[in-house]
């Protein structure tokens, strides 16, 4: 597809966070009339406001009514903004184009796009798939739902480059033209009800993904999961497969011991686990839809394998900090909903302090804390989900559960003071952060400054 002309259009970009700056400058540069629109009260004297207004933005802070949409022939809602809204709700209703960033993204680029979505796994996929690509010698840029906006990275690559995009739900549901080379589904659980309301819209949102795919691109599938299994009838892609759990007919699978190839009938050992940093079944899940993606995309199995054994993982997820007296501190911040953590318990074989709680999503408890009563030794709780994570823990069967408030140094000198080998200290909280932290990644860097302090 051709790179869009945007001159003469009047854009109206609503949300001024990362994707909604990175579209207002792409749009911008592409000839058109550009409204980025926040409902806070921002100073544009300060950065980046001065950058957007020189490049042509306008900028209307502290105010969002229906007047925006006067003149406007496209509307691009940041993720974190639900179609419900009343103004995007108005948009559709008039039958104005309503584009996410990502959507900008695609019509501003010619490079092949590789997308990753999922509920858990996506990051550390994204990461290892685009490391994958880079080593390969091809133009790459990572982006989406983790760093920079995808249409400031993605803008006027040519088509020999690629995008390894993660893509989240908010982001897909108001895609049109994406169409990726290869694209993956990791699985589908529980989150973000509050906004698709059922899991079956979430999982159609996700599906979005593989919409504009034909013959003769590549759709990668957890087999694992029965939802995402059950997406294949509707694929126009190339299917391919991938599991833990047994041998698949064409993709990749995990034997016990080994990441296997499974192309044309023919089988070739990517790795063995043990040749892995990353551990956990979870993981090599990610390291197979990983592989599967590179492989469709031309990459050779030497680089692939080689990136594989060398990578190291990804900051917050199952991260291991530091070792004290033989005892192993992890820090597992991204886990920001009970499917994460129980990824994470389930890495483990038994023995751990856990530190669990922050701002309560209000998800189901009974299945974390029954794997956690057969993992953990001792619970520390922290945040506002205390009292509702002890209650389930005690129901649950665990015996020892300690609070530590709204203290994470607190919950670390419990931990430390109680923590011998062959026991290990895992931060998976299985919440957000907002009661205590601004976001996930503060919450882990400020777990790991406790412990690299001792």
Not at 169 to 184: I, N
Not at 242 to 260: H, K, M, N, Q, W
């Amino acid at each position: 597809m051709s790179i869009m002309d945007f001159t003469g259009k009047h854009i109206l970009v609503l949300g001024a966070g990362i994707s909604g700056q990175a579209a207002s400058l792409a749009l911008a540069r592409h000839g058109g009339s550009v409204v980025l629109n926040d409902k806070k009260n921002i100073d544009t004297s300060e950065k980046p406001w001065p950058e957007l207004a020189a490049a042509g933005v306008q900028l209307v802070f502290g105010s969002q009514d229906m007047g925006l949409l006067e003149g406007v022939d496209i509307v691009v809602p940041s993720p974190v903004i639900s179609p419900e809204m009343p103004l995007v709700a108005e948009a559709l209703r008039r039958g104005l184009p309503v584009w996410s960033e990502v959507e900008v993204a695609c019509r501003l680029t010619n490079a092949e796009i590789l997308g990753v979505t999922g509920t858990n796994g996506k990051t550390t996929t994204t990461t290892l798939l685009g490391e994958m690509m880079k080593a390969s010698g091809r133009q790459t840029v990572v982006g989406g739902n983790i760093g920079a906006g995808l249409s400031e990275l993605a803008e006027d690559l040519p088509a020999t480059a690629v995008v390894v995009a993660e893509l989240s739900s908010f982001q897909l549901e108001l895609t049109q033209t994406l169409k990726p080379k290869a694209a993956v589904i990791l699985n589908i659980t529980p989150d973000h009800l509050d906004r698709h309301h059922t899991m079956e819209a979430y999982a159609a949102a996700k599906e979005r993904i593989f919409r504009n795919q034909d013959s003769h691109d590549f759709a990668a599938l957890n087999y694992d999961d029965a939802r995402v299994r059950a997406m294949a009838d509707r694929m126009k892609g190339h299917i391919l497969w991938f599991s833990t759990e047994r041998e698949v007919p064409e993709g990749a699978f995990y034997d016990g011991t080994s990441l296997i190839l499974r192309l044309h009938g023919a089988d070739t050992v990517i790795c063995r686990d043990r040749d892995l940093h990353l551990f956990g079944r979870h993981n090599i899940q990610n390291c197979l839809a990983a592989s599967l993606l590179a492989h469709a995309a031309g990459v050779s199995l030497d680089v692939i394998r080689k990136v594989l054994m060398s990578f190291k993982g990804v900051e917050h997820r199952l991260e291991k900090v530091r070792v004290i007296h033989g005892v192993t501190y992890y820090n597992d911040s991204k886990g920001t909903n009970t499917d994460a953590s129980i990824k994470a318990l389930e890495a483990f074989s038994g023995h751990l302090i856990l530190i669990a709680g922050g701002y309560d999503k209000m998800t189901p408890l009974d299945e974390f804390m029954a794997l956690a009563a057969k993992k953990v030794d001792t619970l520390i709780l922290i945040g506002n989900a205390a009292d509702r994570f002890e209650e389930a823990a005690k129901k649950a069967g665990i015996t020892d559960i300690r609070r530590a408030g709204y203290s994470m140094e607190q919950a670390i000198m419990m931990a430390r003071k109680i923590a011998k080998a062959p026991q290990a200290v895992l931060l998976s909280p299985a919440c957000s952060s907002y009661d205590m932290y601004d976001n996930y990644e503060q919450r882990g860097r400020v777990f790991k400054g406790i412990v690299n302090a001792i």
